[in-house]
Every structure is written in structure tokens, then in C-alpha cells.
């Protein structure tokens, strides 16, 4: 989603700020824009599309050093030029990036702003011109800027430039993430540390409500009411290769063949110095003392909690029910006496998942985040985290953070059993590392999974997923994946249930992917497949090693049927990359979509 930088200090500013937006593509955004200043002078550029486009408008013999620049992924107003970030006060004198929402500029605009005339459709338009109007009042920037947020309902992270303060970058938080990150003689922001590796590793965290006054040598962070706070900076722990393509065509296809290696690096990060398992024993504890589970998440994340309610249930024995986070902030089921909330989140930073925190930490119940990133805002505002490994995923379409997200899933589900004295049908790190050759098997067979993408998706406009237990779980993800990246219209289903209705929509060649890695329901799901195939269906079987049958289209290695879906939903990622690639979409970056959803 929305993606902000900032620099100030003593290099050139222009290409600081566009190679920062860079490496916020992967956020998702359909237009973006930089302001650099020199002096008085403020230089605003911004476009529609991609940066390869901004770029080409900037003034190269503009000679600057502080600006600000900004993605946007359109909320408030289509994606054009005139919508874009940066925007300007009326006179000019401010210059603003938002990354938010802000629920109650309409209002704003009447109260404040009836005489002032409009360049965009923005709620973010109507910030700048606060700032302009209550220093038109007298206030000075600072104050006039507190003063808007005073008033603002609503998420944000800020960046603001006066040209009457050319020194300062002004910037504030509330909800969006937003990091300062610090360097010698110099200073930036940015949505996330990766954009501004390319200058510093340090940074500081922002907290919401707060403001940052910016200079090339100093950072004061304040809380609204002027309270000077002090924080100590962290080294952000990313690897500058984690964050670059190497020799693959896309991140998605790097991040699917990395799949292995988080793995092993999972297993090796939750073994004690005896090779146990193992996990912070007060999250242990949280979890020994729930006598309910909510797992509450979206997307991709949301399938991964389907699967993680099956590890509880069957081996720590804590009946678990699991939410979309966008359902279950307006519509609280009845809890449980003693619930454990874990939020599961690849980014830390979905807005939707966020908003059910702050809800459940109101209500006093303590809250588990799982989540790729350290530090991220799911993290810090739960009691407990613990950290997928997974290293930072780009592509929007999210595939080792899944598994990650399964495989801690399941080692937290097992040390908690063992804690509890439960011996569980598992042996579960022998098993991992079953699961682990495995997949290394599958991204082996990449060609093969091509071969499956052109002989079923090369031109149909929708696709269905089949399975049962596990497998219906990994089809749904399947049906997540090669809709979001192919554009193919997919929907996954409990193998019983097409007959039900869906069935209605089975013609001659419509390709029914069918998962059959459970032994119990190996009978049934092919029994489903036989009664699509009956109407036509072009059926596609991915099935395991000891139930496969003539015909099957890829048979996945023999792994413990619980961690199946660790492994065919490899299959299934690859198929979809595949699909999109072939159909010439935009794997990386699929229209409409965001990586970080920051917005509810
Ligand atoms: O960062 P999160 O895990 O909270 O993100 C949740 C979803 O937005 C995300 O999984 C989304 O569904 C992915 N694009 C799926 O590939």
C-alpha cells in the first residue's frame, strides 16, 4: 500500500528518494511522486504509473538535498497525477506525503476550509491546507501541524515540508508505520527499513501519536502535548541480498525456491542447545492457560490459521476457532472464559488484523503475534511474539511466508503439547525435514509444474480447487494464488461441497484442480473428481507419493499427511506463477493489490 521516504542531509535527494520508492514497489501502488527543495525552492514531480515513468520527469540539474517521495495505492480519488502524493498547500508553501486514511476530511473541509480551492480528490489535500490555514493564524509550523492532528480521525504517517523551514522535514504517525532511520550527517524516514538500506541500517521506531522534528544532525520525537520522548535506535537485521531479484525472473519465483532454506532455518531457530524444540515458555504458558484459541488474520495468513487450528486441536488439544479479521472486528463471536488471540500476519501491518488487537488488548486478553517481521506494529502492540524467519518476502503474492507461518505454527503446537505431557502422533523434526527435501524435490520439478500451468490454465477463465480436510485448506491458497497473480477466476472448495451448487458451473475444459494427499478422504475426493470429469471438467491431480493413481498429474513426495500442505501447496504456487507468466501479467506486481495492507 501507500509507501513514504524521506531525506535530508548533504547528498543528491532525487536519486536517494526514487531508488527508496524503488524498493517500495512491492507494496502495490498505481502512482508516485517526489518534492525536493533547494532553499525556497520546492520541485514537485509525480505521474500515474510505475517509477521507471516518474523518473524520467525528474529534473536531473536540479541540485537538492532533502525531499520527500511517496507510492500511492488510490483510496480516496482514481489513480491520476493530480491525486498523486506529493501535494501542496494553496500558496505552495507546504508540501505534504500521506500514507492512511483519514475518515473525517469532509467534515474538515467544511469546518476550516470553505474558501480554499481543491487540486485533487484527496482526504490527504485537506491536511496540507490545515497546516496552511492554522499558520495562516499565526501558529508556527509545528504547532499548526499539532494542531492538525489534533483534529484528524483516522490513520496516518506524515511527511511535510515548509519552505519557510527549509532544514526540517515534519513528520507524525498514527496507525501507518512509519520508521526514522539515522545517519551521519543525514537523516530519512521511510515505510519500511528496506527502502533506505541503500543508506543506513540504523533506526528508530515511531509510536503513534507522536511527532518528528527532522534536521540533516538531529531527530526529536515529541508526543502531541510537547513532551520531548527518547528511544534507542535498533540495527535493522536484513541482508541487502535478501532484498534484490539475483538471477531469478521475479521475486516470487526466488521466494518460492527459498522455501527450503526458511525451513532448515526455522528448525535451527526453534531448537534448543539439545536439539529440542522449542518456545518462549511465557507464550507456553498463555497458551496452556487458554481454554480457547482465536486465531484471527487475512488473506494468505487466514489459510495458514486453517491449518494451524488443526495442530492445536489434534495435538495441544485447545479447541480453536479461526477468524477473518475484517468479519471479526464488526462481529465479535461469543468468547470463550480464558481466550488466547494469535494474529497471524506476514507484513505486522495489516490495518484489518489491527484493528481486532486493539479491540482484544481493550478487552484485557492477551494476544500472540506470529508474524514475519520483527519490530512491525502487530508485534509490538501484542503481549508475545514469535518470528516466521522467513527473510523479507517482496512479491505481493505471498508463498515462504506461508509455510513459515505453518511449520510455527505446528512446532508451537508441539512444544505445547510436550509441555502439557501429550505425546503426539508426530515426531515432528524428523518430519520438518522430510517436509524439507520435499519441497526441494518440487522446486526441482519447476518445468513440470510449467508443463501443468500450459496444459490447464494457458486460456481458461476460471479454474477450481478440490479437497478435503488439509487439502481443502491448501486449495483454497491455491485458489488465492493463481487468481491474484493470472487473473483467472479460481475458487477452492471442500471437495463435497461443489455438488452443492458450484457444480452448476463445471462446462467441458474448465480445470478442477484436485488435491489427494489424505489417506482417509483419498476415496471421496476422487469420487469428486470422477463427478466433475462426468460434466466435462478437465481434472488435475496432485497427489502423494503411496495414493497416487495412473493419471495423476504430479505425485508430491511421502511427507506425515498433517504437514502435507506445507508441500503441495508448493505445487500450487508454482502452477500460479506459471499461469500469470504465461497469460504475460505482472507476477510481482498484480494489479489492484497491495503487499502491506495498511488500510481497513
Ligand atoms: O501481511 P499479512 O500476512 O497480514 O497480509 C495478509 C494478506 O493481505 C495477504 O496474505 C494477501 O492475501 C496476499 N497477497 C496473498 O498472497
New binding site residues.
Given amino acids: 500500500m501507500c509507501g513514504i521516504v524521506g531525506y535530508i542531509g548533504t547528498e543528491d535527494a532525487k536519486e536517494i528518494l526514487l531508488k527508496g520508492l524503488e524498493k517500495l514497489e512491492y507494496r502495490g501502488y498505481d502512482s508516485a511522486g517526489i518534492a525536493v527543495r533547494n532553499g525556497e525552492d520546492v520541485r514537485v514531480y509525480k505521474e500515474k504509473g510505475r517509477i521507471a515513468e516518474l523518473r524520467k520527469m525528474v529534473d536531473d540539474s536540479f541540485d537538492t538535498t532533502t525531499g520527500i517521495g511517496h507510492t500511492r495505492w488510490a483510496t480516496h480519488g482514481v489513480p491520476n497525477r493530480e491525486n498523486s502524493h506529493p501535494h501542496q498547500s494553496e500558496s505552495g508553501r507546504f508540501t505534504l506525503v500521506h500514507n492512511g486514511v483519514i475518515e473525517n476530511y469532509e467534515q474538515l473541509r467544511e469546518a476550516y476550509l470553505t474558501g480554499v480551492t481543491f487540486k485533487s480528490d484527496t482526504d490527504t489535500e485537506i491536511i496540507v491546507q490545515l497546516v496552511e490555514h492554522f499558520s495562516k493564524e499565526g501558529l508556527d509550523t509545528e504547532a499548526a501541524f499539532v494542531e492538525v492532528l489534533k483534529l484528524l480521525h483516522g490513520s496516518y504517517a506524515l511527511g511535510l515540508l515548509d519552505t519557510e523551514n527549509p532544514d526540517v522535514i515534519y513528520v507524525a504517525k498514527n496507525k501507518s508505520p512509519l520508521l526514522v532511520g539515522l545517519g551521519d550527517g543525514f537523516n530519512v524516514i521511510a515505510s519500511d527499513a528496506m527502502a533506505m538500506l541503500q543508506v543506513t541500517d540504523t533506526y528508530t521506531e515511531l509510536h503513534d501519536g507522536e511527532i518528528v522534528l527532522i534536521t540533516k544532525e538531529n531527530i526529536e520525537i515529541k508526543d502531541l502535548e510537547g513532551n520531548v520522548i527518547t528511544r534507542e535506535p535498533y540495527k535493522a537485521e536484513i541482508d541487502a541480498s535478501d532484498i534484490e531479484k539475483g538471477t531469478y525472473a521475479h521475486y516470487m519465483l526466488k521466494e518460492i525456491h527459498e522455501q527450503p532454506a526458511v525451513m532448515r532455518r526455522i528448525i535451527q531457530k526453534y531448537q534448543d542447545d539439545k536439539g529440542n524444540l522449542t518456545i518462549d515458555k511465557d507464550i507456553v504458558k498463555a497458551a496452556r492457560e487458554a481454554d480457547r484459541v482465536y486465531i484471527v488474520?487475512?488473506?494468505?495468513?487466514y489459510h495458514a490459521g486453517l491449518v494451524g487450528k488443526e495442530y492445536l486441536e489434534k495435538w495441544a488439544g485447545i479447541p480453536t476457532e479461526v477468524h477473518v479479521a475484517s468479519e471479526f472486528v464488526y462481529n465479535m463471536p461469543l468468547l470463550s472464559k480464558k481466550p488466547l488471540f494469535i494474529f497471524?500476519?506476514?507484513?505486522g501491518?495489516?490495518a484489518d488484523?489491527r484493528a481486532v488487537l486493539v479491540a482484544v488488548k481493550e478487552l484485557g486478553y492477551p494476544a500472540l503475534t506470529i508474524t514475519n517481521v520483527p519490530g512491525s506494529t502487530l508485534s509490538r502492540e501484542a503481549d508475545h511474539t514469535l518470528i516466521l524467519h522467513a527473510g523479507p518476502e517482496i512479491a505481493?503474492?505471498?508463498t515462504k511466508?506461508y509455510t513459515a507461518q505453518i511449520a510455527v505454527l505446528a512446532i508451537f503446537a508441539q512444544v505445547v503439547a510436550a509441555d502439557a505431557g501429550v505425546k503426539t502422533e508426530i515426531d515432528l523434526l524428523p518430519e520438518l525435514a522430510k517436509v524439507t527435501s520435499a519441497i526441494t524435490t518440487i522446486v526441482d520439478d519447476a518445468k513440470l509444474m510449467e508443463d501443468i500451468a500450459s496444459k490447464y490454465l494457458s486460456t481458461t477463465r476460471n479454474a477450481f480447487f478440490i479437497g478435503r480436510t488439509m487439502d481443502f485448506y491448501v486449495g483454497l491458497e491455491g485458489a488465492?494464488?493463481l487468481k491474484?497473480i493470472s487473473y483467472i477466476q479460481a475458487e477452492g472448495f471442500a471437495g463435497g461441497e461443489l455438488k452443492h451448487g458450484t457444480i452448476a458451473l463445471i462446462e467441458d475444459g474448465v480445470p478442477v484442480i484436485a488435491l489427494a494427499t489424505q489417506e482417509s478422504v483419498n476415496l471421496s475426493i476422487r469420487g469428486n473428481v470422477k463427478e466433475v470429469v462426468a460434466r466435462g471438467a478437465l481434472p488435475c491431480i496432485i497427489s502423494m507419493r503411496g495414493l497416487e493413481k495412473e493419471g495423476d498429474a504430479y505425485v508430491i513426495p511421502a511427507v506425515h499427511e498433517m504437514l502435507s500442505p506445507l508441500v503441495s501447496v508448493v505445487t500450487l504456487q508454482l502452477i500460479s506463477y506459471y499461469a500469470a507468466l504465461h497469460r504475460g501479467a505482472d507476477v510481482d506486481k498484480p494489479r489492484n493489490?497491495a503487499k502491506?495492507?495498511t488500510v481497513e
Fill in positions: 488474520a487475512c488473506g494468505t495468513s497471524i500476519s506476514q507484513s501491518e495489516t488484523s505481493v503474492a505471498s511466508a488465492l494464488k491474484e493489490l502491506s495492507v
